[in-house]
């Protein structure tokens, strides 16, 4: 027998719901409303001087080459973090989900990483990987492997991504974990009495049951590569070696608060948005048809 919850009183629950929707309403919605605003002027650092401009903040947008580019290291960028992450972090959740001595111990020591802040991410790994004070820098040298974060583009981008990656790990481990330990035993069991092997009995039954798991961090990965990873970027390489590792959210920052550009600024958030948003749509509508729930 279903059983629901039921008040006696009709504004009970708007009630219960009231703290929640007015730090949603505060938080969210009226700052998203000021950068929708301000996207369509234009006003001077202080503020004083504010005059309508209409679309001329997003056609300057996407009259600029920089900004343009944002775009592609954005997308090399989210990709990156979202394939790796999802990758690395199964591959070890399949091993953390093993029956072995120690194992819990093994999984907290994988869900620690999640608890720094983005920003101290970004320092550790800049100094691991420094020319001149890191330990894998110093290794990467002496193994006659070249490597300069601030001047060579395509290393500051390894960087960053290696360390959002990182960052990330532990919540999509947790996730793993969690949807392994779903999955019967016994269908496992039944498999290898079969002669399944391991890697078999996991791309056959594991694999297709963890699918839910997998488009959900799928879609917390994008949005976590495009707005959590501004911390990880701003302290590891700001942006440099000169935009390459500039992705959209770091130039919404920089814009607005290096180069004092509030309306272009804005214009940028709003463009930021609709990107995500859509993403999020087109996942939903093509890649959850694969789902298997």
Avoid: C
């Avoid at 961090?217 to 994008?222: C, G």
């Amino acid at each position: 027998m279903e059983k629901r919850v039921t008040f006696k009183s009709a504004w009970l629950p708007w009630v219960l719901l009231a703290p929640q929707v007015v730090i949603i309403a505060v938080f969210f919605f009226w700052p998203a409303g000021q950068a929708l605003v301000q996207s369509f002027q234009q006003q001077d650092a202080f503020g004083t001087s504010v005059q309508w401009v209409g679309l001329e903040n997003f056609r300057n947008l996407f009259e600029d080459a920089s900004y343009l580019e944002s775009f592609k290291t954005t997308a090399v960028f989210s990709l990156s973090v979202a394939f790796f992450g999802i990758t690395l972090s199964l591959l070890l959740a399949y091993f953390a989900d093993r029956a072995i001595r120690g194992a819990l111990f093994y999984r907290t020591l994988l869900i620690w990483p999640y608890a720094v802040a983005p920003a101290v991410a970004g320092v550790v790994w800049l100094f691991l990987f420094s020319g001149s004070i890191g330990v894998v820098a110093y290794w990467l040298h002496s193994w006659d492997v070249p490597w300069d974060p601030l001047l060579n583009g395509n290393h500051a981008m390894a960087l960053v991504v290696m360390a959002a990656v990182w960052k990330q790990l532990s919540y999509n481990i947790l996730f793993f974990v969690a949807g392994l330990q779903s999955v019967p035993r016994s269908l496992i069991e039944a498999a290898a009495i079969d002669g399944a092997g391991a890697w078999r009995r996991f791309w056959t039954i594991q694999f297709p049951l963890l699918s839910p798991t997998a488009f959900f961090l799928l879609v917390i990965n994008i949005v976590y590569a495009f707005f959590d990873t501004f911390g990880i970027i701003d302290a590891a390489t700001h942006g440099g070696p000169g935009k390459d590792t500039s992705i959209l959210v770091y130039k919404v920052y920089f814009d607005g608060f290096k180069a004092m550009d509030l309306g272009g600024s804005a214009a940028q958030s709003a463009v930021l948005m609709v990107i995500v948003i859509a993403l999020t749509v087109v996942q939903f509508r093509f890649v959850e048809k694969k789902v298997n729930y």
